[in-house]
């Protein structure tokens, strides 16, 4: 594993994982990015939605990216089981929840990070894009 400088923050990069960094906007098609006050918007898709990272990243102030992962995850668990397995609505439902406490988590996590690390990340911060 090595280490990249982005914005100030050194950042482990797994070695198949490829970043490039640019401040340019993102592709028309690209989910509106709240960025550091919470989680971005997208289209939802009847059977397809994301957990953890995909859906929310932040930094490692906290461990908090971590444990709103395993909260999606419950709360997608849940509600598949409370509707006995798929049912229409469900990836629409978990999306709507999950949006509330995971963005109330990252803005904790930008928080921490200018606590922990002297960072300060907004919406005038360069984006990532994978």
Do not use: C
Not at 38 to 43: F, L, N, Q, R, T
Not at 50 to 78: C, E, F, K
Not at 105 to 129: C, L, T, W
Request: proline share 7%.
């Amino acid at each position: 594993m090595e280490d990249h400088v982005f914005d100030a923050v050194s950042i482990p990069l797994q070695s198949k994982a490829r970043f490039t960094a640019s401040t340019t906007q993102p592709p028309a098609n690209t989910p509106t990015h709240t960025r550091s006050t919470g989680v971005p918007d997208w289209p939802n898709q009847p059977r397809v939605t994301v957990i953890g990272d995909a859906a929310h990243s932040m930094t490692p102030a906290g461990g908090i990216g971590a444990n709103t992962a395993v909260r999606d995850a419950a709360l997608l668990g849940r509600l598949l089981v409370e509707a006995g397995g798929y049912r229409e609505g469900i990836t629409e439902t978990y999306e709507r929840e999950m949006r509330v406490y995971a963005s109330e988590a990252v803005r904790s996590s930008y928080a921490g990070a200018k606590m922990q690390f002297g960072v300060h990340i907004d919406e005038n911060s360069p984006r990532v894009h994978v």
